[in-house]
């Protein structure tokens, strides 16, 4: 049974940094293809950042480029979202998704097979 489980999220203050964790189990995590979408109030899910099962390669959504990192440990079926200098627009609740590998870029969350709950993040000005 997959499972994913996000850790993390906060109330902060805009300029800081936060770092969400997701804990996978149930599943041969290094080899699947992993991501983050966010969430607004009355907004659509969208994409955040991608990353290949090896990790070796990365992709961020512009909003989120140059702010944001992503990496993953295969050795403890982690991964994480290093989220700095945050903005009053980066206020949703995050989740993580797992997709089994593909040699190329998946942003729509409904290439996703499976999902986690949810962290809330809340950015203050």
């Known amino acids: 049974q997959v499972q994913l489980a996000e850790s993390g999220g906060d109330s902060v203050q805009a300029g800081d940094s936060l770092r969400l964790s997701c804990a996978a189990s149930?599943?041969?995590?290094?080899?699947?293809?992993m991501s983050w979408f966010r969430q607004a109030p009355g907004k659509a899910r969208e994409f955040v950042a991608w990353?290949?099962?090896?990790?070796?390669?990365?992709y961020f959504a512009d909003s989120v480029k140059g702010r944001f990192t992503i990496s993953r440990d295969n050795t403890k079926n982690m991964m994480v979202l290093l989220m700095n200098s945050l903005r009053p627009e980066d206020t949703a609740v995050y989740y993580c998704?797992?997709?089994?590998?593909?040699?190329?870029?998946?942003?729509?969350?409904?290439?996703?097979?499976?999902w986690g709950q949810g962290t809330q993040v809340t950015v203050s000005s």
């Open positions: 998704a797992a997709a089994p590998r593909r040699p190329w870029l998946r942003v729509r969350w409904a290439d996703y097979d499976a």
């Open positions: 149930g599943f041969t995590f290094s080899s699947y293809d």
């Open positions: 990353i290949t099962w090896s990790g070796a390669n990365t």
